[in-house]
């Protein structure tokens, strides 16, 4: 099984769209399958010069100066966007992008970026994230010509004309999280993939059984969903250059290690081998250094092309 390995950014840290659109465009010349980003307002630490990006709208932007890339977050907060708006906004930069786009929604858990721009975050908010998901695929599946209608808890949707449409059939919806129960039956229900972010890494394989016993109650089958994981990433050619990434990003090599695709070349194809062996499809490499793009360079040509 060849493994799929995806770019993540978190340019919330600290990154313009000038910044997003050079790693973008390395990206899709190293041949990395994906360039995804977070949908975050607000710097984790730092003071995130030059501030924040929206994540649709640079979507929207490099929808329009890549080509064959494919393109989403990981993921989009179900608090930031009434889901008939989000639904808009993602089908029409599918259509920008000749149907390269991926939506990850989440729950949403960061609630100072909340409370620094005036967004509300409700203490349940797992309702909000299911329906969400009932409307955004109900809109985007509704046949041209007929309306769409929802009335829920939340969220009230009257005879909706149900437009634009995506470029894409079906638009690949991601689902994570760490939940027991709820959020493998959302995954089952909705999923097109699952995604483990930075979990525990010997925790992989148990996880994926869990969401694998839910698709089996839903009557799907395994095979039906991608299963994925983000990790952080920080490789070098040698001991020297991996330190020297690890330091530029703020985090301790053995912390890397123990937690990401870290260290060596050799190294990092052993990780990845083994999450492979686990069970995981796709791998989103979160690379927290926008302008060391040698550092994508160096994993197209020295890892991709052992996996």
Known sequence: ??????????????????????????TERLGFSAFFRSDHYLAMGGDGLPGPTDAWTTLAGLARETTTVRLGTLVTSATFRHPGVLAIQVAQVDQMSGGRVEL??????????????????????????????????????TPEGETFSYDGEHYTL????????????????????????????LAARFGDEYNQAFPELDTVGARIGVINDALAETGRTPDSITQS???????????????????????????????????????????????????????????????????????????????
């Open 1 to 26: 099984m060849t493994l799929d390995l995806r770019i993540f950014t978190e340019p919330q840290q600290g990154a313009s769209y000038d910044d997003q659109l050079a790693v973008a465009q390395a």
């Open 104 to 141: 990850g929604l989440g729950a949403g858990w960061f609630a100072r970026e909340h409370e620094a721009y005036g967004i509300p975050f409700p203490d349940r908010r797992f309702g909000l994230l299911t329906e969400q998901l009932e409307i955004l695929t109900g809109l985007w599946g």
């Open 158 to 185: 009257v005879d909706s004309p149900a437009l634009p449409k995506p470029a894409q059939a079906r638009i690949p919806v991601i689902v994570g999280g760490g939940g027991p129960k709820r959020t493998p039956a």
């Open 229 to 307: 994981v983000a990790l952080v990433l920080a490789v070098g050619t040698d001991e020297a250059e991996f330190t020297r990434r690890a330091a530029a990003i703020g985090r301790e090599p053995g912390e890397l290690r123990e937690h990401g695709i870290a260290g060596t070349v050799d190294e990092a194809v052993d990780r990845l081998g083994t999450l492979r062996d686990q069970g995981v499809e796709r791998v989103y490499l979160q690379v927290l250094d926008l302008h060391d793009l040698d550092h994508l360079d160096l994993v197209a040509r020295e890892v991709a092309t052992r996996l």
